[in-house]
């Protein structure tokens, strides 16, 4: 094949893998730089954030992007993080696939890429082998960029084995751009509709796509990567772990529970991140809400081993 043929190839591959993330098995798995062209979607909608410019403001639109970022940060935390990378308790599968789906609509990819990723950072974290290692590759790089590489957009379904077996799963993940598409549709139809039932609320169709969609997705994704650099960075380090890890209540809040991370490092088998009764952790509450309602079990509590670990 010559050279342009085989870029053609590329190209098409990419543009295929924007439908069918299945589609880049075949492309060069081993390839570390930035595919521009297959991070077109994750550059648009930082650039549609900017249409806040024509379509204003509103309460409305501001409460629903809100919501949908309580919801689906719950979502990835509590489940994509908590319940599919780490198995810290258990469910139902129908529980199981309504939680995956609103973690698919978190525009972060599905569920067992999600999960494959986080556990092989775990394994290798702060080490040349972690795709997002802020002392080794540098902040920006591990904060949005490793990503968007070949390498990475493959899922390496051997480090997921237990949750490859579920059909339901593995369409998600391999067409992890029908939820968010989806979704942005429905909050066009929504304004829509609110525009002419209830024109008091004063939005539109495109003014929840842009806030809704775009705006609450940017600000949901940046929230959630900041684990994977900042809480790699500043912060306070309970436990002598192997890797950089911190505890930090901002980020903590930010993205309920999760920066308690230097915590959740040196245990990683427990539903609860946030380990004295004062480190705030959102998820581990919804969680046990969710656990008194039936619809979870068997949270895994904090040893006390590792409490009597702990530095303070
Ligand atoms: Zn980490
Ligand atoms: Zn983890």
């Known amino acids: 094949m010559d050279g342009s043929a085989k870029g053609r190839k590329a190209v098409v591959a990419s543009l295929r893998a924007w439908f069918d993330a299945g589609a880049e098995a075949e492309g060069e798995a081993a390839d570390d730089r930035v595919d521009w062209l297959r991070a077109l979607p994750f550059v648009a909608l930082h650039l549609a954030c900017l249409g806040v410019i024509w379509v204003g403001v509103s309460a409305t639109a501001v409460t629903v992007a809100a919501v949908l970022y309580a919801v689906r940060m719950f979502a990835l935390t509590a489940f994509y993080h908590r319940y599919f990378s780490h198995r810290t308790f258990r469910t139902t599968r129908g529980v199981q696939f309504l ?3 609103i973690g698919a609509a978190c525009v972060q990819r599905g569920p067992l890429w999600w999960a494959a990723h986080h556990r092989h950072h775990h394994r ?4 040349a082998r972690d795709p997002h290692a802020p002392g080794v590759h540098g902040f920006l790089w591990s904060h949005a960029g490793w990503f968007l590489t070949p390498r990475a957009f493959a ?6 084995r237990d949750l490859a077996v579920y059909p339901e799963l593995r369409w998600l993940d391999r067409y992890d751009i029908a939820v968010p598409v989806g979704l942005a549709a429905a909050l066009y139809g929504l304004g829509c509709l609110l525009e002419r039932w209830a024109p008091g609320l004063e939005t539109s169709g495109a003014q929840l796509l842009v806030w809704g969609f775009a705006i ?5 994704f940046h929230a959630t990567v900041t684990i994977n650099s900042l809480a790699h960075r500043f912060g306070s380090r309970r436990f002598d772990t192997a890797d950089d ?4 209540v901002w ?3 930010l993205t309920f529970g999760e920066g308690w991370h230097n915590n959740h490092h040196f245990f990683p088998g427990t539903a609860r991140q946030g380990f004295r009764w004062w480190e705030i952790d959102l998820s581990w509450y919804g969680l046990r809400v969710l656990a008194l309602l039936g619809l979870v079990r068997d949270l895994k ?3 006390a081993w590792v409490l009597a670990k702990a530095r303070r």
């Open 301 to 303: 509590p904090v040893p």
């Open 251 to 253: 980020l903590a809040l």
């Open 155 to 160: 899922t390496d379904l051997s480090r997921v």
């Open 245 to 248: 890890s911190r505890n930090n």
């Open 99 to 101: 939680f995956a789906l």
């Open 124 to 127: 290798h974290a702060d080490t």
């Open 216 to 220: 609450s997705t940017v600000v949901l």
